[in-house]
């Protein structure tokens, strides 16, 4: 068996006390994101399997008409998820060409002093209080420019649709900006050193290189569009029914849980349980779809040297 010299043994010294304290602090500051979403998934899941004692599930997940509020009460839960579902796909129909043609162009095309003024301002909209473009949408949006070219109503899933989009728009251009900016030099450079045009190097190698950043970006703003609550309770309005047509008036199930929170609802009510249980069907949405963002970009991922 070996032993350290005496001047090695000097310099072998144990832990002092404070890096054991900034190690403990670190470590507790880590597992306080862990602890509260297991908080949160255990009153979900309590609350939830409370509502369904008195509810049957099968009504819930595959009933078309929802009524929590006037008698006959009605517990399907398909109209709150489709009008989710519906502003959250007008949002984005907004938001990925808006979001993709802006990262385009402060990734390959804008010099650094257009990107450092631009970027920081687009950036700036994902900063703005949703209850703010929600007044806009029902204030300005809607009775100034769609009433009059496709008749929507006071409230309507267009114009929530419209602003949830400006709202996510940064998400996307932000995310796959930095995304294209991390593709290598060199391979640009290949493609202009064999012919190909800017548009092209973008198109053909920039983008496909990119592309899980991109998908990543597109996921993880539909997932904020579909838990974006001001914008949709101002603008969508609270009419649940099973129904495709933005111009109607939808509501989503973040517009409910807003609806149920703000009323007198007794706290032993099957209506105040069933807040629960549509948070529990929002939160699944949402997991879901940050999974699958977290899958398209390790498998999909570029490893560069």
């Not at 006390?17 to 908080?39: H, K, M, N, P, Y």
């Not at 029902?138 to 006071?154: C, M, S």
């Amino acid at each position: 068996m070996t032993t350290l010299p005496a001047t090695s043994r000097s310099l072998v010294r144990p832990p002092h006390r404070r890096e054991q304290a900034i190690e403990a602090l670190l470590f507790l500051a880590a597992s306080l994101g862990v602890v509260t979403t297991i908080g949160i998934v255990l009153v979900l899941a309590f609350q939830t399997i409370e509502f369904f004692r008195l509810v049957g599930i099968v009504e819930f997940l595959t009933g078309t008409v929802w009524s929590a509020s006037i008698e006959p009460f009605r517990w399907g839960v398909l109209p709150l998820v489709l009008g989710t579902l519906l502003v959250a796909i007008i949002a984005l129909v907004v938001a990925i060409p808006l979001g993709l043609l802006a990262a385009i162009y402060l990734a390959e095309y804008a010099s650094p002093r257009t990107r450092t003024a631009i970027k920081p301002i687009l950036e700036t909209i994902a900063g703005i209080p949703t209850i703010v473009l929600g007044f806009f949408a029902i204030n300005f949006l809607t009775p100034v420019i769609l009433k009059p070219l496709f008749g929507v109503g006071t409230f309507n899933a267009l114009s929530a649709g419209l602003m949830v989009g400006l709202l996510v728009t940064p998400v996307i251009a932000s995310l796959s900006e930095d995304a294209m900016r991390a593709v290598p030099r060199g391979l640009r450079e290949g493609a202009f050193a064999m012919g190909a045009t800017k548009f092209e190097v973008v198109r053909k190698v920039v983008v496909p290189s990119a592309l899980s950043g991109i998908m990543a970006s597109i996921i993880l703003a539909m997932s904020r569009a579909i838990g974006e609550t001001m914008i949709v309770v101002i603008a969508g309005g609270t009419n649940p029914q099973l129904s495709v047509d933005p111009r109607e008036s939808i509501q989503t199930m973040t517009a409910f849980i807003v609806q149920i929170s703000l009323g007198d609802t007794p706290q032993t009510s099957v209506q105040f349980k069933s807040l629960f249980a549509v948070a529990a069907v929002l939160f699944t949405m949402t997991f879901v779809l940050n999974i699958i963002s977290n899958r398209i970009v390790a498998r999909y991922r570029n490893q560069y040297e």
